[in-house]
């Protein structure tokens, strides 16, 4: 296999010496003139050194590095790193009679960035995004087949690489067909629609999170804003909840949060509620106190360092909003997955919606994603999902 060649300024190797696997166009002193995004290129330092092996692509992040010595990236390289993936979620019990979804590989927390890869009962949801990791799809998928459990490979990259590589890739099955879209966690089952679904179809990554609100749940009236596929409303409903109304303003997502809720507990479950409706319209027209317990985890408010300021202050207008209304006594799980957002300027959004509002509030717990999405210690960046339990007089 031939490797392209990138050479850096002097000095700009530092960072990669302590394995951070970012090479930025601005540290490139030289590269091959013939080199083409998704292309396999050795690193090298000013002075000769080689650093390491990653792939290219267009934009500030022009390498992702995948290794850091000459080892050769192959079928042998990828089949390693998955059964490293995978033997950690078995360390962690990802795998258990009462659960099959979990996330496999978690970009640059499992040293392949680039791929995330998500199980669910036995199908991989495998998405690319990079050019290199779209390259390898068929490779990979059929290194995914051999893991314990996985039957079938679902590679869903339509709207996850980057539009100006041009490779207009299609949602398909590599390895097998559609045998369930069923998922079990922590007991409750779960139909994920990873053929059209957001992301890969469920939101493995609040897991432990909705495991909390379960505990908080008993005999409240619980809000469910951007349900989704209504997880925390499944989870709130088992945790013995009074009521339980799930907010989206897609009526799909709220069709497939009913079908959850029936999948669980039946066609006649009273509790239950559901509406399509804008999320902040919905927060302005219900009645104060009518609920004491409130979940607010809105899609991402910016996916880029240029809608940080927009983002702040949708985030602070959100929690105002819900903090206005909350009844005396209740619990506020609010959270960000926004990776542009840090968990301080998240936690001051939620502060200065609660000092506008005047409430007393307290922080309970600091949330922040499960084990199965691993932050590379050298890597910060990974660290996407920030979450806050707040308890409001």
């Given at each position: 296999?031939?490797?392209?060649?990138?050479?850096?300024?002097?000095?700009?190797?530092?960072?990669?010496?302590?394995?951070?696997?970012?090479?930025?166009?601005?540290?490139?002193?030289?590269?091959?003139?013939?080199?083409?995004?998704?292309?396999?290129?050795?690193?090298?330092?000013?002075?000769?050194?080689?650093?390491?092996?990653?792939?290219?692509?267009?934009?500030?992040?022009?390498?992702?590095?995948?290794?850091?010595?000459?080892?050769?990236?192959?079928?042998?390289?990828?089949?390693?790193?998955?059964?490293?993936?995978?033997?950690?979620?078995?360390?962690?019990?990802?795998?258990?009679?009462?659960?099959?979804?979990?996330?496999?590989?978690?970009?640059?927390?499992?040293?392949?960035?680039?791929?995330?890869?998500?199980?669910?009962?036995?199908?991989?949801?495998?998405?690319?995004?990079?050019?290199?990791?779209?390259?390898?799809?068929n490779i990979i998928a059929q290194a995914l087949a051999k893991l314990p459990g996985v039957?079938?490979?679902?590679?869903?990259?339509?709207?996850?690489?980057?539009?100006?590589?041009?490779?207009?890739?299609?949602?398909?099955?590599?390895?097998?067909?559609?045998?369930?879209?069923?998922?079990?966690?922590?007991?409750?089952?779960?139909?994920?629609?990873?053929?059209?679904?957001?992301?890969?179809?469920?939101?493995?990554?609040?897991?432990?999170?909705?495991?909390?609100?379960?505990?908080?749940?008993?005999?409240?009236?619980?809000?469910?804003?951007?349900?989704?596929?209504?997880?925390?409303?499944?989870?709130?409903?088992?945790?013995?909840?009074?009521?339980?109304?799930?907010?989206?303003?897609?009526?799909?997502?709220?069709?497939?949060?009913?079908?959850?809720?029936?999948?669980?507990?039946?066609?006649?479950?009273?509790?239950?509620?559901?509406?399509?409706?804008?999320?902040?319209?919905?927060?302005?027209?219900?009645?104060?106190?009518?609920?004491?317990?409130?979940?607010?985890?809105?899609?991402?408010?910016?996916?880029?360092?240029?809608?940080?300021?927009?983002?702040?202050?949708?985030?602070?207008?959100?929690?105002?909003?819900?903090?206005?209304?909350?009844?005396?006594?209740?619990?506020?799980?609010?959270?960000?997955?926004?990776?542009?957002?840090?968990?301080?300027?998240?936690?001051?959004?939620?502060?200065?919606?609660?000092?506008?509002?005047?409430?007393?509030?307290?922080?309970?717990?600091?949330?922040?994603?499960?084990?199965?999405?691993?932050?590379?210690?050298?890597?910060?960046?990974?660290?996407?999902?920030?979450?806050l339990v707040l308890y409001v007089e």
């Amino acid at each position: 296999m031939t490797y392209k060649t990138v050479t850096l300024k002097r000095g700009k190797e530092e960072s990669l010496k302590r394995f951070h696997p970012w090479v930025f166009s601005g540290a490139i002193a030289a590269a091959d003139d013939t080199i083409e995004e998704g292309d396999l290129v050795t690193v090298y330092a000013s002075d000769g050194t080689l650093i390491g092996n990653g792939h290219s692509q267009i934009g500030s992040i022009a390498v992702r590095m995948l290794t850091f010595d000459d080892t050769a990236i192959d079928e042998a390289f990828y089949e390693q790193r998955l059964n490293d993936a995978y033997k950690m979620r078995q360390a962690l019990g990802m795998q258990r009679e009462d659960n099959n979804a979990y996330r496999l590989v978690h970009g640059e927390g499992d040293f392949l960035p680039g791929l995330v890869v998500d199980i669910y009962g036995p199908t991989a949801v495998m998405q690319a995004h990079s050019p290199c990791m779209h390259f390898a799809r068929n490779i990979i998928a059929q290194a995914l087949a051999k893991l314990p459990g996985v039957h079938n490979v679902y590679y869903k990259s339509e709207t996850t690489l980057p539009y100006m590589a041009h490779l207009d890739p299609v949602n398909d099955y590599i390895v097998g067909s559609m045998e369930t879209d069923e998922a079990l966690e922590n007991g409750l089952r779960f139909h994920v629609d990873w053929l059209k679904g957001q992301k890969t179809g469920f939101f493995v990554d609040q897991r432990e999170n909705r495991r909390l609100l379960e505990h908080y749940s008993r005999g409240r009236k619980v809000l469910n804003m951007f349900c989704y596929t209504g997880g925390f409303s499944v989870y709130a409903l088992r945790g013995d909840a009074q009521l339980v109304h799930s907010v989206d303003s897609s009526a799909k997502a709220v069709r497939l949060t009913d079908d959850n809720v029936t999948l669980n507990f039946g066609d006649n479950e009273s509790r239950h509620k559901s509406y399509a409706e804008d999320a902040f319209k919905f927060l302005d027209n219900m009645e104060k106190d009518a609920y004491d317990l409130i979940i607010l985890d809105p899609p991402a408010f910016a996916k880029h360092k240029s809608a940080l300021r927009n983002a702040l202050i949708g985030y602070r207008r959100l929690n105002a909003k819900a903090l206005e209304k909350i009844a005396p006594g209740s619990i506020l799980f609010t959270f960000s997955c926004s990776q542009a957002v840090n968990k301080e300027q998240f936690r001051l959004a939620v502060f200065s919606a609660a000092a506008q509002t005047r409430r007393r509030v307290r922080i309970l717990h600091q949330l922040t994603q499960p084990a199965d999405h691993p932050i590379n210690i050298y890597h910060p960046e990974g660290e996407y999902l920030k979450g806050l339990v707040l308890y409001v007089e």
